[in-house]
Structures are given as C-alpha cells and as structure tokens.
C-alpha cells in the first residue's frame, strides 16, 4: 500500500476521524493493541461478510487497512502524529507550521516598515 498522504489525512481530519478512531484503539496502544484491533475490524468489515452492503463494507475496509498500514508500528505512529500534530497547528514550535508562521510574520513586519 502506497505510503500515507497528507491529503488524505487532512480529509480524514475534517471529518472528525483519525485512524485511532477508525481502528477503535488509544493513542497509546501497543503494536499488538493495534493488530489485535485491525484483524478484529478486518474480518466484521470485509466485503465478502457483508453481501448485502458491499460497498459500504468495502470503503469501511479499506479505511481499516489504511489506518493500520498508518499505525502499526511504534516508529509509524509517531510519524503520523507528527504530521497531525503539524496540520491541527500544534506542532510546538518545532515543525513546518512555525516555520512557515515564523517566516510569514517577519515578512509582515518587513512590510509594515
């Protein structure tokens, strides 16, 4: 599966879901929290369990594949919030968002002058 995109991370945001939420499981959540979880998730919402709504199933179960494919190791998780932190716009200070705050605010001032 390709690596996650910001953009669909963004749009999973705006609709008040993160992959936690989609995988049913807290931010703190071992490794085998996480994969006991998407097995779980997995087998209730694949397509083939769930005939007489296939394509509900189907969207359901690619969202499950994809939030775990996002999450199912220490190191990806911590990348993934990372890159949520940074979108919501708390970052602390110390990624892309303040960078590009920081530079759009000494261009205000250099205009101001």
Do not use: W
Request: charged share 25%; glycine share 4%; aromatic share 8%.
């Amino acid at each position: 599966m390709p690596p996650l995109s910001f953009k669909k991370m963004i749009y999973f945001m705006h609709n008040g879901t993160s992959y936690y939420d989609i995988l049913e499981i807290n931010r703190d959540a071992s490794d085998s929290d996480v994969k006991q979880a998407y097995v779980t998730l997995a087998k209730r919402h694949h397509p083939d369990q769930n005939p007489q709504n296939r394509p509900l199933a189907q969207n359901r179960f690619l969202a499950i594949r994809e939030a775990y494919d996002a999450l199912n190791t220490r190191e990806k998780r911590a990348i993934y919030n990372q890159k949520i932190r940074v979108a919501a716009g708390n970052d602390n200070g110390y990624g892309l968002l303040s960078l590009v705050n920081t530079l759009l605010s000494k261009s205000k001032k250099n205009n101001a002058v």
